[in-house]
């Protein structure tokens, strides 16, 4: 089994990543990293610099998602920063109530949002594999659900919030489900190349 260092801190991105993973027969390992300044203007550039690095410390095959909300009423806001949107140190509820309080005299039919994730693997030799994926929703006027994290909450699809949904159902739907899809497609082609 082959095994991937994965560019996280976050507990939850881990356990999406490992889900996906686990049937390409790769095991999905974290390691003490340096911090990386997310300095890209988009997701595809933040999870390059990240993968980037946690390869060149690792020695290891590297994979590093970065992904975010995108609301058109707010212009594609938080979108790369949408960890950061309510300040450092905050709590998801924290950034919540933020973009709650930043819609909130916008009305229903015009809180269309969408979910991006862009997803970077960097090996050892220079080799790059990227993979995109989007979900599109909208944004209820209050959290609802207790499953998921970030702005899943707030976050609905087909009358649901993504904090609603098991981690099967969002895995078929979501921008990371679909990115990693994409990913693992990439993978397996890649593995079969080198056989």
Known sequence: MATFIIATHNQHKLSELERILTPLKIDAATAQLDEVEETGTTFAENAFLKAEAACRQTGMPAVADDSGLMVDALKGA?????????????SDMDRI??????????????RTAKFVCAIC?????????????ECAGTIGFEPQGSD???????????EKSFAQLTAEEKD???HRGRALK?????????????Q
């Open 172 to 174: 078929k739907i979501s």
């Open 78 to 90: 938080p979108g790369v920063y949408s960890a950061r949107y309510a300040g450092e140190g905050a």
């Open 97 to 110: 109530q933020k973009l709650l309080l930043n819609l909130k005299d916008v009305p229903k039919e015009r």
């Open 182 to 194: 994409e990913f693992a497609a990439q993978l397996q082609q890649i593995k079969e190349q080198n």
């Open 121 to 133: 693997c960097v090996y050892p030799n220079g080799d790059i594999v990227t993979a995109h994926g």
């Open 148 to 158: 998921g994290f970030g702005y899943d909450p707030i976050f609905f699809i087909n």
